[in-house]
């Protein structure tokens, strides 16, 4: 595992002196311009820091904004304490916001990017097992040397790694002559590979390793430090240390507290037990297998509420008032509100915010790999159960067509006898050796501005057909109790035709 501190946000002021002084050094001699150079690297001169410290002073200072900067530049111990006291003290974390990091994550397992990415407002780019073959590299989990398990660990890899290089060649072939078409150029070629390589993943375990490109504000980075920290995983705990270490030179008064609290550690079994104790059955019960999508709650009267939020900002009349007068209309006069706000959109625009009145929760059995797309959308709540193979695998269609089931399904039921003794001594980490195509089963709640965003991009020709398959039959569900609302809930390719049948 490997955090680098790829970049933060510096005051451009600093930048123009250090260019200015560096031009001043052309032609100096070699002990000046090491100085110099080490001074530039210095973290007490080269922090995002001093924007928080300026910034918090805005409220109560009445300086223009870049004389605060240019005081904090100067006085960067100064800007710490005032960061400290602002931000821990008084509780006014969201100056510290304005301190920005940039990360490079590499050498962490698929298992704990999903930990990590939980965090909703940050950017993250990954490495992707779509377009990228993959090597057999994987962490090794502590927990799982602790518990004596290691040789049956990195046996259970080692014939998944080799079933995927398997399938991947078995697979490439088999798509080539089922689609001769796009094998007769380059291009064509390079997506044939990628759909090769797509499905072959499906059997490569959680504990292979990937990295990410991360960037989040310093308020942000510190609550998912203490996140990270109470997971339960000890490559969780290393990650949350790991980063820590390599911001917390630059800018060590916006990010303190990264450990977690009872809070974050104890909350969740005590419900388990409440409910355990007062419910008939256990939390061990299996529950249903079915994998279908199921819309379990939806806003009541929800294309009323959609049309009256339309409406309302374009006028004086209180929401009960408006409501009511939009329910006593007639159904094809509430689809004309709702429609005019379609009439200019194109296939790049939004929903507008107004979409965000009306809400939808879905219950779903989905894979891993599936899941890994799904959370990206992370302005939708998704709570998700532990991964579970009594809920099966998800087996790519083509692997079936190309006849090589039955080397799939040998090769990801292999995992579960390791899963369950890795389970027995340490439970948390049991999902390392479970593969991409395992399932898990999760509630996803949304607005209806949220599934527009998702329809276009994850129903489009262009997405991966796991996730086609979900959101559109999200967008179907999300239709049969908002007809009128989802018109336009369609993928970029569809989108033109689509509107034309409004």
Same mark, same amino acid.
């Given at each position: 595992?490997?955090?680098?501190?790829?970049?933060?946000?510096?005051?451009?002021?600093?930048?123009?002196?250090?260019?200015?002084?560096?031009?001043?050094?052309?032609?100096?001699?070699?002990?000046?311009?090491?100085?110099?150079?080490?001074?530039?690297?210095?973290?007490?001169?080269?922090?995002?820091?001093?924007?928080?410290?300026?910034?918090?002073?805005?409220?109560?200072?009445?300086?223009?904004?870049?004389?605060? =900067?240019?005081?904090?530049?100067?006085?960067?111990?100064?800007?710490?304490?005032?960061?400290?006291?602002?931000?821990?003290?008084?509780?006014?974390?969201?100056?510290? !916001?304005?301190?920005?990091?940039?990360?490079?994550?590499?050498?962490?397992?698929?298992?704990?990017?999903?930990?990590?990415?939980?965090? =909703?407002?940050?950017?993250?780019?990954?490495?992707?097992?779509?377009?990228?073959?993959?090597?057999?590299?994987?962490?090794?989990?502590?927990?799982?040397?602790?518990?004596?398990?290691?040789?049956?660990? =990195?046996? %259970?890899?080692?014939?998944?790694?080799?079933?995927?290089?398997?399938?991947?060649?078995?697979?490439?072939?088999?798509?080539?002559?089922?689609?001769?078409?796009?094998?007769?150029?380059?291009?064509?070629?390079?997506?044939?590979?990628?759909? %090769?390589?797509?499905?072959?993943?499906?059997?490569?375990?959680?504990?292979?390793?990937?990295?990410?490109?991360?960037?989040?504000?310093?308020?942000?980075?510190?609550?998912?430090?203490?996140?990270?920290?109470?997971?339960?995983?000890?490559?969780?705990?290393?990650?949350?240390?790991?980063?820590?270490?390599?911001?917390?030179?630059?800018?060590?008064?916006?990010?303190?507290?990264?450990?977690?609290?009872?809070?974050?550690?104890?909350?969740?079994?005590?419900?388990? !037990?409440?409910?355990?104790?007062?419910?008939?059955?256990?939390?061990?019960?299996?529950?249903?297998?079915?994998?279908?999508?199921?819309?379990?709650?939806?806003? =009541?009267?929800?294309?009323?509420?959609? %049309?009256?939020?339309?409406?309302?900002?374009?006028?004086?009349?209180?929401?009960?008032?408006?409501?009511?007068?939009?329910?006593?209309?007639?159904?094809?006069?509430?689809?004309?509100?709702?429609?005019?706000?379609?009439?200019?959109?194109?296939?790049?625009?939004?929903?507008?915010?107004?979409?965000?009145? /009306?809400?939808?929760?879905?219950? %779903?059995?989905?894979?891993?790999?599936?899941?890994?797309?799904?959370?990206?959308?992370?302005?939708?709540?998704? /709570?998700?159960?532990?991964?579970?193979?009594?809920?099966?695998?998800?087996?790519? !269609?083509? /692997?079936?067509?190309?006849?090589?089931?039955?080397?799939?399904?040998?090769?990801?039921?292999?995992?579960?006898?390791?899963?369950?003794?890795?389970?027995?001594?340490?439970?948390?980490?049991?999902?390392?050796?479970?593969?991409?195509?395992?399932?898990?089963? +999760?509630?996803?709640?949304?607005? +209806?501005?949220?599934?527009?965003?998702?329809?276009?991009?994850?129903?489009?020709?262009?997405?991966?057909?796991?996730?086609?398959?979900?959101?559109?039959?999200?967008?179907?569900?999300?239709?049969?109790?908002?007809?009128?609302?989802?018109?336009?809930?369609?993928?970029?390719?569809?989108?033109?035709?689509?509107?034309?049948?409004?």
């Amino acid at each position: 595992m490997k955090v680098i501190l790829s970049g933060f946000n510096v005051d451009k002021e600093r930048l123009f002196e250090y260019k200015g002084a560096a031009l001043k050094l052309i032609g100096g001699d070699k002990e000046e311009i090491e100085g110099f150079l080490d001074r530039f690297g210095a973290s007490e001169e080269l922090t995002p820091e001093t924007f928080s410290a300026a910034y918090a002073r805005i409220s109560r200072d009445p300086r223009p904004v870049n004389e605060l =900067r240019l005081n904090a530049l100067d006085e960067v111990e100064k800007a710490r304490r005032s960061n400290e006291s602002i931000i821990f003290g008084m509780g006014h974390s969201s100056v510290a !916001e304005h301190a920005v990091f940039n990360l490079d994550i590499i050498g962490i397992s698929r298992l704990v990017t999903e930990e990590l990415q939980r965090t =909703r407002l940050a950017s993250y780019t990954e490495k992707s097992q779509r377009y990228i073959t993959l090597t057999d590299d994987h962490v090794i989990p502590k927990e799982i040397v602790d518990a004596g398990l290691e040789t049956p660990f =990195r046996d %259970a890899v080692k014939s998944l790694n080799g079933t995927y290089h398997t399938l991947y060649e078995k697979l490439l072939p088999f798509i080539h002559k089922k689609h001769p078409d796009l094998a007769e150029d380059k291009r064509g070629k390079v997506t044939l590979d990628g759909w %090769a390589k797509e499905d072959a993943r499906y059997v490569v375990p959680l504990a292979t390793l990937t990295q990410m490109g991360m960037t989040a504000n310093a308020r942000v980075l510190e609550m998912t430090l203490r996140r990270l920290s109470a997971s339960g995983l000890n490559e969780a705990v290393e990650l949350s240390k790991t980063i820590y270490d390599a911001v917390s030179p630059y800018a060590p008064s916006v990010i303190k507290y990264t450990k977690g609290t009872d809070y974050d550690t104890k909350t969740k079994d005590l419900i388990g !037990e409440s409910f355990t104790k007062h419910a008939q059955g256990s939390r061990g019960d299996k529950g249903k297998k079915d994998t279908s999508l199921k819309l379990v709650d939806y806003t =009541r009267d929800g294309e009323f509420r959609l %049309a009256a939020a339309l409406v309302f900002p374009l006028t004086n009349l209180d929401h009960e008032t408006l409501l009511n007068s939009i329910k006593g209309m007639e159904k094809d006069k509430v689809e004309e509100i709702v429609k005019s706000s379609f009439k200019y959109m194109e296939s790049y625009d939004r929903a507008m915010r107004e979409f965000e009145t /009306i809400g939808l929760t879905f219950e %779903a059995i989905i894979s891993s790999s599936c899941f890994a797309q799904l959370k990206r959308h992370r302005m939708a709540t998704i /709570i998700k159960q532990d991964y579970n193979p009594d809920l099966g695998v998800e087996v790519p !269609e083509t /692997i079936v067509e190309a006849g090589l089931k039955d080397n799939f399904i040998r090769a990801v039921e292999g995992t579960r006898d390791v899963y369950e003794k890795i389970r027995a001594l340490s439970p948390k980490a049991a999902p390392y050796i479970l593969t991409n195509a395992h399932r898990l089963r +999760l509630l996803i709640s949304l607005n +209806l501005r949220e599934l527009y965003h998702i329809a276009r991009i994850r129903m489009d020709k262009t997405a991966q057909w796991d996730i086609r398959r979900l959101s559109s039959e999200m967008v179907r569900q999300a239709g049969e109790v908002f007809p009128i609302g989802t018109v336009l809930a369609c993928s970029k390719d569809t989108f033109e035709e689509t509107k034309k049948r409004l």
